[in-house]
C-alpha cells in the first residue's frame, strides 16, 4: 500500500491532471475510484469534508483531504519534485 492516496473519477480531466502529476514525479499511489454521484461519496466526504475528486491523502507528510487540483498538484512539486527541500 502506497502512502499517497487519490481518489478518482474516470473521465473526470482535473484527476487526470492530477494522476499525471503523479506519474511525472515518479510516486508510488493507491487509487480510489468514487460513485459518480456526488450523494454516494461517503468515503470522500468522509476524508475531506466534501464530495468534488480530486482528492488526496498523503500518510508521510500527514495530509488528510487535501482537495483542488491545483492545490494537489502545487503540493506534490513542492513535497516530492526537483526543487523540493
Not at 502512502?3 to 480510489?32: E, H, N, Q, S, W
Not at 454521484?37 to 466534501?50: A, D, I, L, Y
Amino acid at each position: 500500500m502506497a502512502d499517497i492516496t487519490l481518489y478518482d473519477l474516470p473521465g473526470c480531466p482535473f484527476c487526470a491532471m492530477v494522476r499525471t502529476k503523479l506519474d511525472d514525479l515518479g510516486l508510488d499511489y493507491d487509487t480510489i475510484e468514487v460513485p459518480r454521484s456526488h450523494r454516494n461519496r461517503t468515503e470522500v466526504q468522509e476524508v475531506s469534508g466534501q464530495t468534488g475528486v480530486p482528492v488526496i491523502t498523503d500518510e508521510t507528510t500527514g495530509v488528510e483531504g487535501m482537495p483542488e487540483s491545483s492545490d494537489i498538484i502545487e503540493y506534490l512539486e513542492e513535497t516530492y519534485g526537483d526543487d523540493a527541500a
